[in-house]
């Protein structure tokens, strides 16, 4: 079973530098600037590119059980 991972924005962390919304291929990020953007979770592939490109430690990834495991 493989496990999903969450990709989320810290409300309390995220500054609206853009950085996540621009490193996005998939268009996921929304958000105006300097404020507080969110992920489409629908539309995130999960890749880590908005993790990596966050100045502010603001990307959190949780991980959760498998669909099958529930």
Known sequence: ???ITEVII???RCVGCG??????LEGAIK???KKLHV???N????CGLC???CR???IRRSQGLSQEAL
Not at 43 to 46: I, L
């Open 43 to 46: 539309r995130c592939t999960r």
């Open 10 to 12: 810290d409300s309390t």
């Open 1 to 3: 079973m493989k496990n």
């Open 56 to 58: 502010h430690n603001a």
């Open 19 to 24: 950085r996540c919304k621009k490193s996005c």
């Open 31 to 33: 958000g105006d600037k």
């Open 39 to 41: 992920i489409d979770a």
């Open 51 to 53: 993790y990596y490109r």
